[in-house]
C-alpha cells in the first residue's frame, strides 16, 4: 500500500517535472534556438542552406522536438524526418550535417538543464532521466529515417540498372541480338533469358545472337546460366548463336569441362549476325562501293 | 480428355486442348503412332500452346513418341512452348533434345515443308 503510493507520488512528481521542462524550453526558445544555430554555423553544418531555410527549419525542429517531450508521441517527429530526409537526400545534404545538427541541438538542451538545475543534484538527475530517453530516440528516428531514404534510392537505382542492362534488340525479321554487358548472376540470367523468350514470342524471332564480349568473366554458374538460356530458347523453336567469346573465357570454359557442343558459336558480332543472315536466308549485297561518307540528304 | 487429331494433307496436327493427364498423353502418343502409318503421313505437329506446365513425364513421352513416330517414317514438330514453360523447363534439366520445336503451328508447318522438300514419296 505504502509502495504504491510513492509509487503515484514519483509518477505525479514526474508529470511535473517533464511539464517543468517543457516549460522551460518554450520559454528559453528564442535564446536557445539562436544559440543552436550559432553552434552549428561555427560548425560549418549548415554549409548551403539559405537564412530563411535555417529560420524555419530550426523552428519547426525545436518545436518538434518539445512536443515528442511533452507528449510521448513520436509520429510528427517520423513525419517530419522522413520528408526531411527525401528534401536532404535531394538537395545532396550530408548525414552528417543532419545528424551533427541534432547532435548539437541535444547539447544546447543538455546545458540549458544543467544551468538550471546546477543547485540541486537530485533534480537535475530526475530532469535527464526525463530528457535522455526522449533525445535519444529522436535522434535515432531521424538516423532511421535517413537510412530508409538512402536504401530506396538504392533499390530504385539498381531496378533502373536492371531494366537498362537487358536489351533485346530486333536486327532484321526474325533476328535477335542480346548483348550482354557486366557480371551475370543468377538474377539477372533468370531476367535476362524470361525477357530474351518473350521478345521471341512477340517478334517470331528464329535466330538469337548473344554477345557476350562485355562479360568481364565466366565460371561454371555463368557457363550453365547460358546453356540454359540457348536451351529455352530452342524450345521456342529459335536457334542462338554466341558471340565474342574471349580468349580467356574460351579457357576457362574449356578448364571448366563445360559442354558447349551443342552452341553455335562464332568469334565476333559481325561474323554472328553474318551467319544469322546465312540461317535466314539472306544475302548482304553491296549496291555501288560506297565513298567513306554518309549524306544527309536533305529533302 | 483426349486430344483432337486433325488430318492437314500430308501432315498430322495435334492440337492440345486443355492440361492433360499421365494417361491422356500416353493415349495421344499411342493414337499418334497408329494414325502416322494409317494415313501415310509425313509430319505430325502437337500443339502445346494451352499447356501451362511440362512436367519430366510430359516431357519423356512427347521424346518417346517423337522417336516412335520417326521409326515409321515421319517428322514431329512441338509447337508453341510458352516462355514460362520453357524456363522451367531448361531450370528442371528437361530436355526434348533431338526433338525439334518451333513457335507456334505456322512456324511447325514451316518447319515440316522445308524438312520433307526432298521427300518424294509422293512425287
Known amino acids: ?299 | 480428355m483426349s486430344v483432337p487429331i486433325l488430318k492437314q494433307g500430308d501432315y498430322l496436327i495435334a492440337s492440345v486442348q486443355s492440361e492433360l493427364s499421365d494417361a491422356d498423353l500416353l493415349k495421344l502418343r499411342d493414337d499418334l503412332v497408329s494414325r502416322v502409318g494409317e494415313f501415310r503421313s509425313r509430319g505430325v505437329i502437337v500443339d502445346v500452346t494451352i499447356l501451362d506446365v511440362m512436367d519430366s513425364f510430359a516431357t519423356r513421352t512427347l521424346r518417346s513418341m517423337a522417336h516412335m513416330i520417326m521409326l515409321r517414317g515421319a517428322k514431329t514438330v512441338i509447337v508453341g512452348i510458352q516462355p514460362e514453360v520453357a524456363f522451367s523447363m531448361v531450370q528442371l534439366g528437361l530436355k526434348l533434345e533431338s526433338v525439334a520445336t518451333a513457335l507456334d503451328l505456322e512456324e511447325g508447318l514451316a518447319l515440316l515443308d522445308s524438312q520433307t522438300k526432298g521427300d518424294t514419296r509422293r512425287g
Open chain 1, 1 to 299: 500500500m505504502k509502495k504504491e503510493k510513492t509509487n503515484e507520488q514519483a509518477n505525479k512528481s514526474s508529470a511535473e517535472l517533464r511539464q517543468e521542462l517543457v516549460d522551460h524550453f518554450r520559454e528559453k526558445r528564442e535564446l536557445l534556438r539562436q544559440q543552436w544555430v550559432q553552434h552549428m554555423t561555427a560548425k560549418g553544418l549548415l554549409a548551403g542552406l539559405t537564412r530563411e531555410d535555417i529560420e524555419t527549419e530550426s523552428i519547426t525542429i525545436y518545436d518538434t522536438c518539445i512536443v515528442c517531450l511533452e507528449t510521448g508521441e513520436y509520429d510528427g517527429a517520423r513525419t517530419y524526418a522522413m520528408r526531411m530526409a527525401e528534401r536532404g537526400v535531394l538537395r545532396g545534404m550530408s548525414t552528417e550535417q543532419i545528424i551533427g545538427g541534432l547532435l548539437t541541438l541535444r547539447d544546447v538542451y543538455g546545458r540549458s538543464l544543467f544551468e538550471r538545475y546546477q543547485h540541486d543534484m537530485e533534480r537535475l538527475s530526475s530532469a535527464l532521466d526525463i530528457y535522455e530517453p526522449v533525445a535519444n530516440k529522436i535522434l535515432s528516428i531521424v538516423a532511421l529515417a535517413f537510412v530508409a531514404e538512402r536504401e530506396k534510392i538504392v533499390r530504385q537505382q539498381q531496378e533502373a540498372i536492371r531494366e537498362l542492362s537487358t536489351p533485346v534488340l530486333q536486327v532484321r525479321d526474325q533476328m535477335l541480338i542480346l548483348p550482354i554487358i557486366g557480371v551475370i548472376d543468377t538474377h539477372r540470367a533468370r531476367q535476362l533469358t524470361e525477357q530474351l523468350l518473350r521478345t521471341i514470342r512477340t517478334s517470331r524471332a528464329k535466330v538469337v545472337v548473344i554477345d557476350i564480349t562485355g562479360v568481364p568473366g565466366v565460371d561454371s554458374k555463368v557457363a550453365n546460366h547460358l546453356v540454359q538460356t540457348v536451351d529455352a530458347s530452342q524450345l521456342m523453336g529459335a536457334t542462338v548463336i554466341v558471340t565474342g567469346i574471349s580468349p580467356e573465357i574460351a579457357q576457362t570454359l574449356v578448364t571448366l569441362g563445360v559442354d558447349l557442343t551443342k552452341m553455335n558459336t562464332v568469334g565476333d558480332l559481325q561474323g554472328g549476325i553474318e551467319e544469322a543472315d546465312h540461317l535466314l536466308g539472306y544475302r548482304v549485297v553491296r549496291e555501288e562501293p560506297g565513298n567513306g561518307f554518309i549524306h544527309n540528304k536533305k529533302v
